[in-house]
């Protein structure tokens, strides 16, 4: 996955503070229901993989695995590595998914 557009606009939330970066703030915005799309590096463990796969189908949410590994992810949103974000902003979310959706066409 290298779509730049996609890249800078993750980036973007981010810098908006729309995105609740790493497992501990990722679950506490799905469990309090403000999470409307989660994001996961496809390097994350099959345990960390599975826990959000479940946490997602549960509540209905998207889970998109469209980052190569945790630099990837973590590069696109100004850190060393990241593995796993919640967005929290529809606006933020819907983009994303049409952003990601035109790199898999």
Known sequence: MSDEKLL?????????GKLMLGDGRAVESIRAG???LV??????????????????EY??????????????FGQC????FAVV???????FAKRIVELAERVDE
């Open 8 to 16: 800078r606009f993750i980036g973007l939330a981010m810098k908006a």
């Open 34 to 36: 403000k999470a409307k």
């Open 39 to 56: 994001l996961i590096s496809k390097d994350a463990s099959d345990n960390t993989k599975k826990k959000y796969r479940n946490m997602c």
């Open 59 to 72: 509540r209905n949410l998207k889970l998109l695995d469209i980052f190569s590994d945790r630099n990837e």
């Open 77 to 80: 949103i100004g850190r060393d």
């Open 85 to 91: 974000a919640a967005v929290e902003d529809d606006g």
